[in-house]
């Protein structure tokens, strides 16, 4: 039985990973960290890699459903997507199922730059927890996967 000390330790957790995720979501924050993981990568930068790297993770997709998945307002996706377009990253074909609008597509390049700023992202984060005791960044992440999990399909496991 967890009682009330645990009950207050878990509001205490929760209340230290609910400010953590605010300082991650803050955007200066998210720009310094795309600022860093772009350095390098020709054609993208802070502003640019959220349309990038969201177009990886939804596949090919309209800038109207592309900009839902990224929390970004349309018209700002379209203006970066044509930025990265013109850099040679992403290109636009006929949508399949609206013969009025088009998808945005990963070119070869735009792929080569995702695995760039993948790694990047991956280095970043392998340097940050470098100093963590033995097998504390193996279950930090195993526990940040099961609360992206839950974040992501609130419903999934739960029983009525």
Do not use: C
């Amino acid at each position: 039985m967890g009682g009330v000390n645990e009950t207050l330790r878990d509001s205490t957790s929760a209340a230290r990973v609910a400010a953590a995720i605010g300082a991650l979501t803050m955007r200066a924050t998210r720009a310094g960290l795309y600022g860093r993981l772009t350095s390098g990568v020709e054609g993208v930068d802070a502003t640019t890699y959220p349309v990038l790297s969201g177009l990886d993770r939804v596949g090919p997709a309209t800038a109207t459903r592309l900009a839902e998945a990224i929390g970004m307002d349309r018209t700002v996706t379209t203006r970066y997507a044509t930025r990265l377009q013109e850099a040679g990253l992403i290109a636009r074909r006929p949508d399949p199922s609206d013969a009025r609008a088009t998808q945005l597509v990963l070119t070869a390049a735009g792929e080569r730059a995702v695995v760039k700023l993948r790694e990047a992202m991956e280095s970043f984060l392998a340097e940050e927890m470098a100093g963590w005791p033995a097998g504390e960044a193996a279950a930090f992440a195993a526990r940040l996967e099961r609360l992206a999990e839950a974040l992501a399909h609130p419903d999934a496991g739960r029983t009525a």
